[in-house]
């Protein structure tokens, strides 16, 4: 048995960490299905051992898809995450439960989970007034410029009404074939994309992608009475005031005697007493595969407003409502080969090319097998076929061996030697590696980690635009980017004068990217973008105090970090001592790339007199508008900014119209800072 305090302890690193890859960076690395097992076992742990459940454990709190590069607002609004089911019948019991323990009699709404991104729409007197992401549940980023690109967002409501209204963002999936058709990168699914592109910067940008939006709930604001009981009938409002609400939807309860009930504006519920919400969600289940967008799932909700109220809200979820998550879509193909792969760190990844088949709205014929290990585990060789699924539909997966392959060959066996430079393999934990870090693949495979589009985005220079380059000679490493002689491009096939000029303004433009995205774009193996976020903010501001660090053999400084362990510290500093990766460093340092944090001019004038310190704001204010700037300056001046107020907070900026925060703060003995005075703190020098 496992010391159930480990146990928590790692499955909750592992969730912090799947969490970033999948809200911040769009690019998770273990399914769904995958993730949410290992959730559901943190929370059976902490139910058994309450005693050893952390205040900041992920199933306390909503995952965050916060980004620092974008403004930030609270929500006026709960903006949680769902609690979740796995099969038709755990639903059951939950409609049956919530239904037994009301004061009243319930009825249930059923609608599709779109598998898109949460937003929340705040509108004024009837005007779109602003559009912000999930975030974590408190705040989230201001993406209302982009928002306004979206075509069935209403800009102005048929009624001047202010209310908060939750949706999903979402592209239907013929859109998304077009789009991925013409990237070099293609997006994994249509949530990452639409994830992705709501959070750019350039709504230009957003303008080309033809997002959609079905809005869920509503909640009429502040003065504004709440003019209705029941969620069946604000989404009829929803629908009257403009805004685009799925048709699919279901209705269940002792006074709802279907099979169908409609609503004043025309929305139409399937409905039918409670026993017919399991048959229900099967049939929907099953009608899925036919839908022009993804869902994964199915939501359940008490369809009464005020009982809802009472059954009130986790930190993660609401308890009136249940996702119903459906399997993960699966399909049956062939094995035709199973290649190796050189990753850009040298990994060896076989991947299994299977006959193309169509899973969950798009086509698979590669399917990573990780290992051999996994191999073995699976018995797998060429020409088996088998069940491949899409697990939360990003990944797909080869599941199981349904019949051998005629051959009867015997299980797949790694090559003794890299497929790329012939160098011998070395076996390193589960995976095979090639330790020649001149290894053409592997060269490869780090140009194309440093041009991608969340590393170095470098506008004009693509995949197979970088493959020209190394192809021709012209470049062997990231470092040859900034020096080749860009006019030796001209004339091959491909290459007019406009192509090379785009190409000499990307890779211009790129060295103005800030050291935090610089650093992880190195690709040294353990030092990706979360590990130098943590760096910059504990202190590294640049690479030479990184590199004296590693001189100095100073792993424990690194291991302090809260985020970064032994292993993590002992191997970027390893790199860092690394005379090839030195070389490359200086390369890019003398080439004009920054390595240094604060690159802006008010940056590194400013004093950073808010340093160690923890602000957090409430109220509102005459100098900043949103409060959010106000925040801003803080972080500008070396402080950090949270949405709540914890232990942690060491400073509230209270302004007009504080309420439970400011009383809180009093509470905990937390200093109180009014407007007046913050700006006597900030001196002259205010950015906005
Ligand atoms: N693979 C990974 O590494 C990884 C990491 C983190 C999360 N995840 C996945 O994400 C899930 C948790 O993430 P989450 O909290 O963002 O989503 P969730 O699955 O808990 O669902 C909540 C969200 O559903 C959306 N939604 C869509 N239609 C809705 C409707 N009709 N009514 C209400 N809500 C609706 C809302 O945006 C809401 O925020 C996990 O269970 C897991 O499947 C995966
Ligand atoms: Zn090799």
């Not at 995450?81 to 038709?88: G, I």
């Not at 008490?302 to 119903?324: D, K, M, Q, S």
């Not at 202190?539 to 292993?567: M, P, T, W, Y």
Request: aromatic share 6%; net charge negative.
């Amino acid at each position: 048995m496992p010391d159930p305090k480990q146990e928590i302890d790692s499955l909750s690193e592992k969730l912090l960490a799947w969490q970033h890859e999948y809200y911040q960076l769009a690019r998770p690395s273990v399914s769904d299905t995958e993730y949410d097992r290992v959730f559901d076992r943190l929370q059976e742990l902490e139910k058994k051992h309450p005693e050893l459940k952390k205040p900041d454990s992920p199933t306390l709190r909503v995952g965050s898809d916060l980004s620092a590069e974008l403004p930030e607002v609270e929500h006026t609004i709960p903006v949680l995450s769902l609690d979740k089911a796995y099969s038709a019948a755990e639903v059951d019991a939950w409609v049956a439960k919530t239904a037994k323990n009301a004061e009243e009699e319930l009825s249930f709404v059923v609608e599709e989970k779109i598998d898109g991104a949460s937003i929340v729409l705040y509108y004024e007197n009837g005007v779109l007034a602003r559009g912000v992401t999930r975030g974590n549940g408190r705040v989230g980023n201001d993406v209302s410029a982009n928002i306004r690109t979206i075509r069935s967002v209403p800009l102005r409501l048929s009624q001047p009404v202010s209310i908060a209204v939750r949706g999903e963002v979402f592209l239907p999936l013929d859109r998304f074939d077009e789009i991925n058709a013409e990237q070099e990168v293609p997006f994994a699914n249509p949530r990452n994309l639409a994830a992705g592109t709501l959070r750019r910067k350039k709504s230009s940008e957003v303008a080309r992608v033809p997002l959609e939006i079905f809005v869920y709930e509503g909640y009429m604001s502040g003065s504004e009475e709440e003019p209705f009981d029941q969620h069946h009938l604000v989404l009829d409002y929803l629908l009257s005031l403009g805004f685009k609400v799925n048709p699919r939807l279901g209705i269940f309860g002792s006074a709802c005697e279907g099979p169908v009930f409609r609503t004043g504006s025309g929305l139409e519920f399937s409905s039918g007493p409670l026993e017919a919400v399991g048959p229900f969600l099967e049939r929907m289940n099953r009608g899925r595969s036919g839908l022009g967008y993804e869902i994964d799932g199915l939501v359940i909700k008490v369809n009464e407003l005020a009982p809802r109220e009472r059954l009130g809200y986790t930190g993660h979820h609401p308890r009136w409502a249940i996702a119903y998550k459906f399997e993960s879509p699966q399909a049956v193909s062939t094995v035709e080969s199973i290649d190796v792969q050189v990753g850009r760190t040298g990994r060896i990844t076989p991947v299994a090319r299977i006959k193309p088949v169509r899973i969950g709205g798009s086509t698979v014929s590669n399917v990573t097998l990780h290992n051999q290990q996994y191999i073995e585990a699976l018995e797998l060789s060429a020409g088996d076929q088998v069940a491949v699924s899409k697990r939360g539909d990003v990944i797909p997966a080869v599941e199981k061996v349904i019949e051998k392959g005629e051959s009867s060959a015997p299980v797949w066996a790694m090559p003794e030697t890299c497929p790329s430079c012939g160098e011998d393999l070395s076996l390193r934990g589960a995976h095979h590696f090639c330790t020649n870090r001149r290894c053409p693949d592997q060269v490869r495979g780090r140009i194309n980690f440093f041009i991608a589009r969340d590393q170095m985005d470098i506008d004009g220079l693509g995949p197979e635009t970088a493959a020209v380059l190394m192809d021709e000679g012209l470049v062997a490493g990231i470092e040859d980017l900034y020096t080749f002689e860009t006019e030796k491009l001209n004339g091959l096939p491909g290459f007019g004068e406009k192509k090379i000029d785009l190409i000499r303004r990307g890779i211009e433009e790129s060295k103005k990217r800030p050291f935090r995205i610089v650093l992880p774009s190195l690709g040294i193996p353990d030092l990706g973008q979360k590990a130098a976020e943590l760096l910059i903010e504990a202190g590294f501001r640049d690479i030479d105090s990184l590199l004296e660090a590693a001189d100095n053999r100073q792993e424990e400084r690194l291991a302090e970090i809260h985020g970064i362990g032994e292993k993590t510290a002992a191997s970027i500093l390893e790199s860092l001592r690394d005379p090839e990766i030195r070389g490359q460093i200086d390369a890019l340092r003398r080439a004009g790339l920054n390595f240094r944090e604060e690159e802006t001019e008010t940056h590194r004038q400013l004093p950073r007199i808010f340093e160690g310190q923890v602000w957090c704001v409430t109220g509102s204010f005459e100098n900043f508008k949103p409060r959010s700037k106000a925040m801003e300056e803080v972080k500008l001046r070396g402080g950090r900014a949270v949405g709540s107020i914890t232990g942690s907070v060491s400073h509230l900026l209270a302004g007009e119209g504080a309420g439970s925060k400011l009383k809180k703060a009093r509470e905990l003995g937390i200093r109180i800072v009014d407007e007046d005075e913050f700006l006597k703190l900030l001196g002259p020098e205010r950015e906005s």
